[in-house]
C-alpha cells in the first residue's frame, strides 16, 4: 500500500480567512470520525454461524457502534448549518463544486429537511436515554431465551444483553414496527449511504481548499511517498466482544 503524506504547514492555514479555515479543519475532523466509526461498525458485526451468544455479543456490539455513527452524522449536519451556510462560504463554494460532490451535498440538503432515520436515532437512543422508549420497548421482544445475561469473572466479559433486546427492539420499532429486520436493513444502509454522502463532499471541498490557497502561486507542497507493507485486508479484521484479560 502507497500513502502519500502532505507536508502542508501551519502557514499556508494561516493565509486563509478564518471562517473558511474552521469550516475545512472542522470538516476534515467530522470525515476523520466517520471513516474510524464505518470500520468499527464491519468489524464489530455479527458473522454466520457464530454460537447464539457470540452472535448476540457481537449484534450489541455493532449496534452501540451504529448508534454512535448516527449521532455524529447527526452533529455533521449541524456543524453545516453553522460553517458552510450560514457563514455563506456556500455561496462561492457551491459554484465550482465537482458533480460527485454537488450531488452528495442535495441528496444532504434533502435527507435532513424531513423526517428521518439519523435524526429519530440520535434523538432518542444515540445520546440520550429515553425512559419512555425504555417502557414501550419491554412489551416488544418476545418471551424466548434471548432474555438473556451473561457474566464473568472479567467485568469486560459481562453483558446485559436483555437490556439491549428490549432498546434495541424499541429503536427498530421507530424505524419499521412490522419488519423489524427490514428496519436494521435500512438502518445501516441508510448509515452508509449519508457517510458517503458527507465524505465525498469532504473530499470536494478539500479540492477547492487546495486549489484556492494551499498550492495557489504555484507553490509546491513536500509529500512523502510512504509504502506499508503486510497490511490486513479488511475481512481479516474482527474485534472481538469476549476477550482475555490483561495481567
Given at each position: 500500500m502507497k500513502l502519500h503524506v502532505w507536508n502542508i504547514g501551519r502557514a499556508k492555514f494561516e493565509g486563509m480567512p478564518e471562517a473558511e479555515r474552521t469550516f475545512i479543519i472542522g470538516l476534515g475532523h467530522i470525515e476523520n470520525e466517520i471513516n474510524v466509526l464505518q470500520k468499527l461498525l464491519y468489524w464489530t458485526s455479527p458473522?454466520?454461524?457464530?454460537?447464539?451468544?457470540?452472535?448476540?455479543?457481537?449484534?450489541?456490539?455493532a449496534l452501540t457502534v451504529a448508534k454512535i455513527l448516527t449521532g455524529k452524522l447527526?452533529?455533521?449536519?449541524?456543524?453545516?448549518?453553522?460553517?458552510?451556510?450560514?457563514?455563506?462560504?456556500?455561496?462561492?463554494?457551491d459554484k465550482v463544486?465537482?458533480?460527485?460532490?454537488?450531488?452528495?451535498?442535495?441528496?444532504?440538503k434533502l435527507y435532513f429537511s424531513r423526517d428521518n432515520i439519523v435524526s429519530r436515532i440520535r434523538n432518542n437512543f444515540a445520546f440520550h436515554y429515553s425512559v419512555e422508549q425504555i417502557r414501550q420497548g419491554f412489551s416488544l421482544p418476545p418471551d424466548t431465551d434471548e432474555w438473556q445475561i451473561v457474566l464473568s469473572e472479567a467485568r469486560g466479559n459481562?453483558?446485559?444483553?436483555?437490556?439491549?433486546l428490549i432498546t434495541n427492539y424499541?429503536?427498530?420499532?421507530?424505524?419499521?414496527?412490522n419488519d423489524h429486520k427490514k428496519a436494521m436493513d435500512r438502518l445501516i444502509k441508510e448509515l452508509l449511504h449519508i457517510s458517503h454522502c458527507f465524505m465525498t463532499f469532504g473530499d470536494a471541498c478539500w479540492i477547492i481548499v487546495g486549489d484556492m490557497y494551499l498550492r495557489k502561486l504555484g507553490e509546491g507542497i513536500p509529500v512523502q511517498e510512504l509504502n506499508l507493507e503486510d497490511c490486513s485486508s479488511i475481512d481479516e479484521v474482527k474485534i472481538p466482544f469476549f476477550i482475555e484479560p490483561g495481567s
Open positions: 458473522a454466520e454461524k457464530e454460537p447464539d451468544v457470540i452472535r448476540r455479543a457481537h449484534s450489541t456490539q447527526w452533529e455533521a449536519w449541524q456543524f453545516l448549518q453553522h460553517s458552510y451556510f450560514a457563514s455563506r462560504i456556500s455561496a462561492d463554494y463544486l465537482g458533480v460527485d460532490g454537488k450531488e452528495a451535498l442535495e441528496y444532504l459481562s453483558l446485559y444483553y436483555l437490556s439491549d424499541a429503536m427498530l420499532n421507530s424505524i419499521d414496527p
